[in-house]
């Protein structure tokens, strides 16, 4: 990012996806550091317990939504308001008290540096992930599939499944994150179109933490998870090739934005004769 580039006061918008996370919210939210936090976004997906009533005692902004539309599905949510919150970064938090939200100054560092556009909390970079009492299949498949996911975008990570990660604003107005799927998996598609649009990731070490109230997926789910996030790396891997495109790998989020919302959440718009363009796309045409 160059120097003109760089807002004199960061924006930070911490978003939370949340699902029955009633337990384990406001210890979440107890951590977080004063001071670098503008604004704390917590997005609730049907839960059955008190999640909503404990978050809004806490004052936090939340979004409830009509219908449960799964993690993925919530996460799009959560990006679209803290665009809409004018946020620069954006670090997006699973409420179940898994991750330290006491790192967060660090996390955010390398893109206030403009060292990256993406950073990861990797529980895998100090040894520490069994020792925090992650499952041993989990272990395995976290491994395995973070080596597939090196292998096919060229990267060096220790952990690509993390619910801890922070965005720089550019990146989040790029990639067409609404294309992708409403699952879990929309983790792992963000991080391909992060290399697919060219952002820089990198990661800190954050430790494991595994207990009782957490929320854990479950063996079922974790080999669903698993199995589309191979498929996402082959879907990508014929897009490059072109073999079969693929519009989440290619389109910009100003493409599948409506005219009202790319107005209303992208920075830089600009007028052109088929209706409002974000500057950078309109540069390319
Ligand atoms: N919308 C929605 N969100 C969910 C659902 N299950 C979990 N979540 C949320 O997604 C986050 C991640 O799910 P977890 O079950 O914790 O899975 P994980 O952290 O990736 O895996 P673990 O390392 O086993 O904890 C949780 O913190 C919840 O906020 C669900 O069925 N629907
Ligand atoms: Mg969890």
């Not at 997906?45 to 999640?51: E, N």
């Not at 993925?72 to 699973?94: F, P, R, S």
């Not at 801890?164 to 799927?181: C, D, H, K, Q, V």
Request: hydrophobic share 45%; with cysteine.
């Amino acid at each position: 990012m160059s120097e003109s580039a760089v807002p004199a006061q960061w924006k930070v918008v911490v978003v939370m996806p949340a699902y029955n996370a009633a337990k384990t919210i406001e210890k979440t939210y107890a951590d977080m550091p004063s001071g670098v936090v503008s604004q704390i976004i917590l997005v609730d997906d049907v839960s059955q317990d008190d999640t909503v009533e404990i978050a809004q005692r806490l004052g936090l902004h939340v979004v409830v939504h009509a219908q449960n539309r799964g993690y993925g599905g919530n996460q799009k949510t959560c990006y679209l308001h803290a665009l809409a919150a004018d946020a620069d970064i954006v670090v997006m938090l699973h409420p179940d008290y898994q991750y330290d939200s006491r790192l967060i100054p660090e996390l955010i560092r390398p893109i206030q540096a403009g060292k990256a556009d993406l950073v990861l909390g990797s529980r895998f970079l100090n040894n520490g992930a069994l020792a925090g009492g992650m499952p041993l299949y989990k272990f395995i498949s976290n491994r395995f599939l973070t080596l597939c996911e090196n292998l096919v975008l060229q990267q060096h990570l220790s952990e690509c499944h993390t619910g801890f990660r922070a965005y720089g604003r550019r990146l989040l107005e790029t990639i067409p994150f609404l294309l992708n799927s409403d699952d879990f998996v929309f983790d792992t598609q963000v991080i391909v179109q992060a290399v697919a649009f060219g952002f820089k990731i990198t990661e800190i070490a954050v430790p494991t933490r595994y207990f009782k109230e957490a929320s854990s997926v479950n063996f079922r789910r974790s080999v669903a998870y698993g199995s589309a996030t191979l498929k996402t790396l082959f879907d990508y891997v014929l897009d490059r090739a072109g073999i079969e495109p693929h519009a989440c790998f290619r389109k910009r989020l100003g493409q599948v934005l409506s005219r009202y919302h790319r107005q209303r959440l992208l920075r830089h718009v600009v007028q052109d004769a088929s209706g409002l363009l974000p500057l950078s796309l309109e540069l390319e045409l």
